[in-house]
């Protein structure tokens, strides 16, 4: 273009339209290492969901640290029903009487 063999609307728009091609791309690519990185933290989480579990006894007390190691959040669905899920992206589904 600074030498004149383009004009320069047209360059204008071919650099535009690289740079949204550009930004698409890294858009994409982003998304892909997200998928890849939350589908191994995942892995991790029910490996070490299924370590404790192997090695746990059975217990009814609350244990803080254990929710916030394995419960991602909760969901209350209804004034019956609750949903944990968990970091390993299992959802478990608990009725409660009331």
């Known amino acids: ?7 320069p609307a047209i360059y204008a728009q071919e650099n535009n ?21 939350g ?3 995942q ?3 029910l490996n070490d969901l299924i370590r404790y579990v192997g090695h746990a006894k059975p217990s009814v007390d609350y244990e803080g640290d254990l929710f916030e190691r394995f419960i991602d959040h909760v969901t209350i669905r209804t004034r019956t029903e ?3 899920h968990l970091k ?3 959802n478990l589904t608990e009725r409660i009487g009331e």
């Open 17 to 37: 339209d690289i740079k949204s091609e550009a930004d698409a791309l890294t858009a994409e690519k982003d998304r892909l290492v997200k998928d890849v990185t």
């Open 88 to 90: 390993c992206g299992l």
């Open 82 to 84: 609750i949903v944990f």
């Open 43 to 45: 892995a991790d989480s």
């Open 39 to 41: 589908s191994l933290h």
């Open 1 to 7: 273009m600074t030498r004149g063999y383009l004009d």
